[in-house]
């Protein structure tokens, strides 16, 4: 089991740039895949992001594929997600998530550990 906490959100305008960060406790963090979720209210979790425990596959949902890059820092625990040309749209509570499984997934019940999430709000 990994602890996670994530930072980063805030209140942004359309267009603009924000990173997102997700510090992971456990000497296992390198070996399991993560990823990163977003929820509105009314909604299901959905999947945005996902990557391998190396760091060497990423996928991304449709929406934001250009505009965000997942990455990762196993020496330090860290997960990053770089949001690019944020949009109203990308309104949502953002999650970072392991796996404990070295390869990617996309669906919120593969993943295992969860942190509290952090909001990001775009505005116009």
């Known amino acids: 089991q990994v602890h996670l906490i994530e930072s980063g959100g805030g209140l942004v305008q359309a267009g603009d740039s924000r990173t997102l960060s997700c510090a992971g406790s456990g000497r296992t963090f390198s070996s399991y895949a993560m990823g990163w979720f977003r929820q509105v209210p009314g909604n299901e979790r959905q999947f945005v992001a996902t990557?391998?425990?190396?760091?060497?596959?990423?996928l991304y949902t449709e929406s934001v594929k250009g505009r965000f890059t997942i990455s990762r820092d196993n020496a330090k625990n860290m997960l990053y997600l770089q949001m690019n040309n944020l949009k109203v749209e990308d309104t949502a509570v953002y999650y970072c998530?392991?796996?404990?499984?070295?390869?990617?997934?996309?669906?919120?019940?593969?993943?295992?550990?969860w942190g509290r999430g952090t909001q990001v709000t775009v505005s116009s």
């Open positions: 990557i391998s425990a190396i760091g060497g596959t990423t």
């Open positions: 998530a392991a796996r404990r499984v070295a390869t990617i997934g996309v669906r919120a019940s593969l993943f295992d550990d």
